[in-house]
C-alpha cells in the first residue's frame, strides 16, 4: 500500500526533533520498550500534544489518564480517549465486572471497530497511541489474536501514513513475544532507569530508527512540564 504522508512527525520533545531533523518518519509503528519506574507514559502524553491523537488507555480510566497530562501542563485538545479500560472492566452500570469469560475477546471487537472507524473517518494527520500493548498481550486469548492486533496497527500506521506509538512494558512478556513487536517496528524507543549514587536518573535512547540515523546514545531525562531532556548533554 502507498503511504500517503511523507513528511516526518515531531515527538514534540524539541530537543530529539532537532536531532532527527524534524521528527520520526510519517508511516512509522513505534514500540515505547520502558521500565515503569521511568514514568514512560510522559513519552506517549508528550506524543500526544503534537497534532491530533486518539489516545486508547487500558490500565487506568481515560479521565484519570487526561488530568495526569494536564498536571503537567500539556495540552489535552488534540487528544481523542478511547477509554479501552472501561469497556473491559466495567458493566454499563459502572461496576466492576466480577466475571465474564467473553470480555478478553470481545475487547479485541471493541479495538477492532475503534481502529476501523478512525481509518475510514481521518483523512489529516493523527497519532495512535495503545497505552498499552502489554495490556492485550496478557489477555487470556490465543496468540493469533494478539497476533492480528500488532499486524493491523502496523498495517494501519503504512496505509495511513501515520505515527502508531505501542507501549510495551519490559520485563513482562516472554523473550520471543518481546522480540516479535521489536521486530516488526520501525522505531523503537529504549526507556530505563539507572541508579547514580543515591539516586535513580531516567534515560531513553533510540536504537531502532528505519528511514533515519538511530540515536544508539543514551540521554537522561527528567519528567517536568513533560519530557525534559537533561542540558548538560545536548543532544542537539
Not at 10 to 25: E, M
Not at 58 to 81: G, H, I, N, Y
Not at 149 to 155: A, E, S, V, W
Request: proline residues 3%.
Amino acid at each position: 500500500m502507498q503511504i500517503l504522508k511523507t513528511s516526518d512527525v515531531p515527538t514534540g520533545i524539541v530537543l530529539l526533533d532537532r536531532r532527527l531533523d524534524g521528527g520520526l518518519p510519517a508511516g512509522s509503528f513505534v514500540c515505547v520498550y520502558a521500565n515503569p519506574l521511568a514514568m514512560p507514559e510522559a513519552f506517549l502524553y508528550q506524543f500526544a500534544t503534537v497534532l491530533k491523537t486518539y489516545y486508547f488507555t487500558t490500565s487506568r480510566p481515560a479521565k484519570f489518564v487526561k488530568q495526569d497530562m494536564e498536571k503537567l501542563r500539556l495540552d489535552t485538545s488534540f487528544v481523542t480517549f478511547v477509554d479501552v479500560y472501561e469497556q473491559y472492566y466495567l458493566n454499563e452500570y459502572g461496576q466492576f465486572i466480577v466475571e465474564d469469560r467473553y470480555r478478553d475477546k470481545e475487547i479485541f471487537d471493541y479495538v477492532d471497530d475503534r481502529l476501523s472507524r478512525i481509518a475510514e473517518e481521518e483523512s489529516g494527520e493523527y497519532n495512535v497511541i495503545i497505552d498499552s500493548l502489554s495490556f492485550f498481550l496478557n489477555l487470556n486469548t490465543d496468540w493469533g489474536l494478539k497476533d492480528w492486533l500488532i499486524n493491523k496497527l502496523y498495517t494501519l500506521a503504512k496505509e495511513k501514513g501515520v505515527v502508531v506509538y505501542c507501549h510495551l512494558i519490559k520485563n513482562l512478556h516472554p523473550v520471543d513475544v518481546v522480540n516479535k513487536v521489536l521486530d516488526i517496528s520501525d522505531v523503537v524507543f529504549d526507556i530505563e532507569v539507572e541508579r547514580v549514587g543515591e539516586r535513580l536518573v531516567s534515560k531513553f535512547a533510540v536504537p531502532k530508527l528505519r528511514g533515519k540515523r538511530p540515536v544508539t546514545e543514551y540521554f537522561r531525562f527528567y519528567v517536568e512540564e513533560g519530557i525534559q531532556v537533561d542540558t548538560s548533554r545536548d543532544i542537539a
